[in-house]
């Protein structure tokens, strides 16, 4: 056997070898970066910041009839019209009256006709964080009964910790549809 064919022969087993732990690797390697904090409930949570387009403060929500709760209505953005979606009645967390601080994080999400922006209300945007890799670390299981797909890992922070979330999996395929349907 030649050392060409030997070289082939070795590139050829390389690419047949599993691939589990660099897959891995790479999946942790992409949830590092920078993060658009946010509190809720007295609970700190991130969201990629390449998925914010914008940050506004409170205004007037028309109100959409035959919505969920947690729809609060729809925005007049610009001369473009954005769902809103209050993230504490989303993850069943009890309402309060909005504040000074209350805002809302106009986010685009992927969909299956594409991508949709939708504003989510949250109490208020603290900062960006860089968070690296090693800080964050895969959500914990708690059984079988709980979807926790829209938590992309848990962030180590000062002492406490920040939920990151996949914000592509916090609406289900049929709210992003009925949403879409609203504009």
């Not at 035959?66 to 009645?89: A, M, S």
């Amino acid at each position: 056997m030649t050392e060409t064919q030997t070289t082939e022969q070795t590139r050829n087993s390389e690419d047949m070898i599993p691939q589990g732990d660099a897959a891995e690797t790479s999946s942790r390697e992409n949830r590092a970066g920078k993060y658009l904090t946010f509190t809720m409930a007295e609970e700190d949570y991130g969201i990629g910041i390449l998925k914010v387009k914008e940050i506004i403060g409170m205004q007037d929500i028309t109100p959409v009839p035959q919505t969920p709760e947690f729809v609060k209505g729809v925005i007049n953005l610009r001369g473009k019209v954005i769902p809103v979606v209050d993230l504490r009645l989303r993850f069943g967390i009890e309402a309060t009256e909005y504040t000074e601080r209350t805002c809302i994080i106009v986010v685009e999400i992927r969909s299956e006709s594409g991508t949709v922006q939708i504003g989510i209300v949250v109490d208020s945007v603290s900062e960006v964080m860089n968070i690296k890799e090693e800080e964050i670390e895969d959500t914990p299981t708690f059984g079988t009964r709980l979807d926790t797909d829209y938590i992309l890992g848990m962030a180590k922070m000062e002492g406490g910790v920040k939920i990151l979330l996949e914000i592509d999996r916090v609406l289900s395929g049929d709210d992003i549809a009925m949403l879409e349907g609203t504009t």
